[in-house]
């Protein structure tokens, strides 16, 4: 699977048709970052997949995405139009995944199941990430 559709591996993890830990090393060999991320969840390790997807976030090319920020602000009409960026795209899905792990409610206690520390992983990363993109852009030639 992650030899051949590896965009699907995610979905096909959740259906929890074939054995988790044979899973997890295919997905570790042929580094499927979400497949093993949700197979760490299934495991009950909520923080190390976040932290996970918050690696793959850290990946993104930081230089490539502000020097396509700013082309496109150069350009007149493109306003609203970012969403069409590979990197924002990449980057709001992983987020978003990573977001729902760390909301994710025990239903007996109705307490966050891996407890505020999951989101405050998520929200001290994205102000680092914040950080260095806004000293990148500072570096930007004039």
Request: negative net charge; hydrophobic residues 35%.
């Amino acid at each position: 699977m992650c030899e051949y559709e590896p965009d699907n591996v995610e979905k096909w993890m959740e259906m929890d048709m074939f054995p988790t830990a044979e899973c997890m090393e295919v997905c570790r060999q042929w580094r499927n970052y979400g497949g093993e991320a949700l197979l760490m969840e299934k495991f009950g390790d909520g923080r190390k997949a976040i932290s996970i997807y918050l690696s793959q976030m850290d990946s993104i090319d930081q230089k490539r995405m502000i020097d396509q920020l700013f082309a496109l602000g150069n350009q007149a009409g493109n306003v609203g139009k970012l969403n069409h960026f590979e990197f924002l795209g990449k980057f709001d899905t992983i987020l978003k995944k990573a977001a729902k792990i760390a909301g994710k409610v025990e239903e007996a206690t109705q307490q966050l199941r891996y407890g505020e520390d999951a989101c405050f992983m998520i929200l001290e990363f994205l102000n680092k990430y914040k950080s260095s993109t806004r000293s990148d852009h500072n570096n930007q030639p004039r």
